[in-house]
């Protein structure tokens, strides 16, 4: 801004910026007042779909939410588990079908008998 001021003084005047620079100011502070606003009707909303209640702070700075930063450690440390191996990928889920290794063990045999379907003479019984 004072880059925008010294330019337009050094081609108008000196002083010929003023009542423009104030304008600006104005029209600035608006513009972040109401992304000021938006911000915090955001967090409110936040906040409610959370659960928490407005003025049940309780001593917290102002802006600290200590519900998402439970949320956010929470799974900050399921991804590190995940990453490092020590959770396992789907624990949650129920089983479905056979196991990995029955499933694996089926294939090679249907493989090896739909190539060869027919017994051999010399093979046993």
């Known amino acids: 801004m004072q880059m925008v001021v010294n330019s337009f003084d050094l ?3 000196f002083g010929a ?3 423009y620079t104030s304008l600006a100011q104005k029209a600035m502070s608006r513009h972040f007042r109401c992304l000021k606003d938006a911000i915090q009707v955001q967090l409110k909303q936040s906040c409610e779909l959370l659960g ?3 003025g049940a702070g309780g001593g917290l700075t102002k802006g600290e939410t200590p519900r998402l930063k439970v949320l ?3 799974l900050r440390q399921q991804r590190a588990f995940h990453q490092m191996g020590m959770m396992d990928q789907e ?3 129920p089983q479905r079908g056979l196991p990995e290794r029955s499933v694996n063990v089926l294939r090679a045999w249907l ?3 739909f190539l060869h379907p027919y017994v051999f003479l010399n093979s046993p019984i």
């Open 52 to 54: 928490e209640k407005e």
């Open 11 to 13: 081609m108008m005047g």
């Open 91 to 93: 624990a949650w889920r």
């Open 72 to 74: 956010e450690q929470s």
């Open 17 to 19: 910026a003023v009542p």
């Open 111 to 113: 493989f090896e008998h």
